[in-house]
Nanobody, 127 residues
Framework: QVQLVESGGGLVQAGGSLRLSCAAS????????MGWFRQAPGKEREFVAV??????YYADSVKGRFTISRDNAKNMVYLQMNNLKSEDTAVYYC??????????????????????WGQGTQVTVSS
């Protein structure tokens, strides 16, 4: 069992930056693909970024602005978000998946590829 707790959300002006953190307990994260998803009001949860093992993959909407990273020694995953836009406003969720897929296959963009989820952290970007 893996417990995930996100932090770092808040209110920021458009063009600003935030760094989200995801702390894991229960098991070491090194054996899991780690992803970030988000859900805006009235919308479905959508893929943001994933770091399966060494390569990173991003949704087109955040490519070039967001960076996912992990520190396996600390059991932490991060999402650095720069040049934030109002459309980035959402609850952001950290997720861990044990299954191994090709990162380029797009499998990690599916919620069903993940076994554990955090409770989410709110990010609000004011224009």
């Amino acid at each position: 069992q893996v417990q995930l707790v996100e932090s770092g959300g808040g209110l920021v002006q458009a063009g600003g930056s935030l760094r989200l953190s995801c702390a894991a307990s229960g098991r070491f994260l090194s054996g899991y693909a780690m992803g970030w998803f988000r859900q805006a009001p009235g919308k479905e949860r959508e893929f943001v970024a994933v770091l399966p093992w060494s390569n990173t993959y991003y949704a087109d909407s955040v490519k070039g602005r967001f960076t996912i990273s992990r520190d396996n020694a600390k059991n932490m995953v991060y999402l650095q978000m720069n040049n934030l836009k109002s459309e980035d406003t959402a609850v952001y969720y950290c997720a861990a998946g044990a299954a191994k897929y090709s990162g380029a296959s797009g499998a990690y963009a599916r919620m069903s590829s993940y076994d554990y989820w955090g409770q989410g952290t709110q990010v609000t970007v004011s224009s």
